[in-house]
């Protein structure tokens, strides 16, 4: 192994992951429960 | 350009009038710096180095003081409507105004630089004062112009004390850091001549944003269809 | 409808094949190690943050210049999307900071940008909520505008300001096993990142469709209330 590697590590990379992942499918639950509550409001009003 | 002129003329007189008005946003910025000194502890030493920084955050500061102040008038009189109906134009208001604010806030140079040289003992002579001052008003330039274009939409909002500097703040962060480099290099020695780098950086947000916001004006006080 | 569902189905299968090949098949870099593995997820987001404020950038001028509201629910969406991408970048990078450099915070140039850029956008979004509904576009269009035409301004002064910063990885200097992954990442987030874009555009079209029509009912109300 050269000189002034990082050794370990994987419990950043699962941590940068998750977050990653964490957020993306909390924006999409997000955009997706917004669009029902919009076309819901639409659809009692009409 | 005699339009610009005129509005600017009577923001400087209703200025002078209220004089109690300006003369609370140039306590308002020494105070501010007294905060830093005290904040910082008494070592001289350590005042005397970040002398740029206080001075710089004390205009920042003071600046959202002016800004938010400049539309009042026009808010509760409903003039702004009334400048825009005439055909004055809206960029010759922008102008006008941006002008007034830049100079106000250029006038509390002398008072808290002169305020700083006596609290943090700084032995400077005129060249180095000029300098400073100098500096100041490249950076009140460049708050003066996204400031007036922010305020005139903020000062609609009941939120204002609050949204002008969130929009502001992020924004100005070249200013920032821009004029406090270049009093830095102006108090302390320019050894590798990096003065004119800041002072073109300074110099380059004026005149993008005087420019930019002056376009964008119309479309921040008209009404859209 | 279909094309943002198949958009958003697409980008995912990519987003999935590229983080599987990322974290198992890339091998681990030279110095970096396993840690490198972050920036198959950190440079795709800042790339599409970058591209989405760009986009929001034109729609801003779109909007004024054509003063159709179809403009500003782009306009929205962009921005919105951008500003979690660039949340995200800003955790991924400290993660990564805290990981190389022992710190989770360093005033490196991308860093500091990435965070004033997240400011800026986040005041625009936070004005658009303050603002009433006659004068939302125009001002979102306009503090779109200005906070863009800072962030390069922004770059450079906190480059000069503290030149300590890492040299540009670019894809070319790096193993093929790499730039795979970090490819299929990168469009895998542009085309879900558009598909949000598309979706938070319709919904804020709904939401402006359903102020602008005043609606029977409450109308009535308001009659009966004046007898």
């Given amino acids: 192994m050269p000189e002034g590697v990082i050794v370990g590590g994987w419990s950043y990379v699962i941590a940068a992951y998750s977050i990653t992942a964490i957020v993306l499918v909390a924006y999409a639950w997000s955009i997706h429960r917004r669009g029902r509550d919009e076309r819901g409001k639409r659809g009692r009003h009409e | ?225 | 409808m279909n094309v943002r569902r198949s958009l958003a189905i697409a980008g995912l299968l990519l987003l999935v094949v590229g983080t599987y090949m990322g974290l198992f098949v890339a091998p681990p870099e030279r110095h970096m190690g396993e840690v490198q593995r972050i920036m198959y997820v950190h440079v795709p987001s800042a790339w599409n943050a970058m591209l989405l404020y760009t986009f929001a950038f034109g729609f801003a001028i779109a909007s004024l210049w054509s003063g159709k509201p179809e403009w500003d629910d782009r306009l929205v969406g962009a921005v919105e999307v951008a500003v979690v991408l660039n949340a995200l970048l800003l955790v991924q990078g400290s993660i990564w900071g805290r990981a190389t450099w022992g710190v989770w915070w360093d005033w490196d140039v991308r860093l500091t940008t990435s965070l004033v850029m997240l400011l800026l956008f986040a005041g625009v979004l936070t004005l658009r909520r303050m603002a009433s509904a006659e004068r939302r576009a125009q001002w979102s269009a306009v503090a779109t505008i200005v906070a863009f035409v800072d962030v390069p301004l922004v770059y450079y002064c906190v480059r000069w300001w503290r030149s300590l910063h890492q040299i540009q990885s670019s894809p070319e200097t790096v193993d093929p096993a790499m730039v795979i992954p970090l490819r299929l990442n990168a469009i895998g987030i542009l085309l879900l990142g558009v598909a949000w874009l598309m979706a938070r555009a319709a919904i804020e079209k709904a939401r402006r469709r359903r102020d602008e029509a005043p609606l029977p009912s409450r109308v009535i109300v308001k009659e009966t209330a004046h007898a």
């Fill in chain 2, 1 to 225: 350009m005699r339009v610009v002129w005129s509005i600017l003329a009577k923001d400087l007189l209703l200025e002078w009038r209220e004089r109690a008005r300006t003369l609370s946003v140039v306590l308002f910025a020494v105070v501010t710096l007294l905060l830093f000194s005290f904040a910082l502890g008494p070592d001289v030493e350590a005042l005397r180095a970040g002398t740029p920084g206080f001075l710089v955050l004390a205009l920042l500061l003071s600046s959202t003081l002016a800004l938010n102040e400049s539309f009042r008038i026009e808010r509760e009189d409903r003039a702004l409507e009334g400048l825009l109906m005439r055909p004055v134009g809206s960029m010759a208001m922008f102008y006008a105004k941006a002008l007034a604010n830049a100079l106000l806030l250029t006038l509390l140079a002398p008072v808290v630089v002169g305020l700083a040289v006596v609290l943090y003992s700084l032995e400077v002579g005129p060249p180095a004062l000029a300098g400073l001052v100098g500096c100041w008003a490249l950076g009140a330039a460049g708050l003066a112009a996204p400031g007036t274009l922010y305020a005139a939409m903020t000062s609609r909002l009941k939120t204002q004390d609050v949204a002008l500097p969130i929009l502001l703040f992020p924004l100005v962060v070249p200013v920032l850091l821009g004029s406090v480099k270049a009093m830095d290099l102006v108090l302390f020695g320019d050894a590798m001549n990096q003065l004119q780098s800041w002072v073109s950086l300074l110099l380059a947000f004026d005149v993008i944003y005087w420019a930019v916001c002056g376009v964008l004006f119309r479309y921040a006080v008209e009404e859209g269809e």
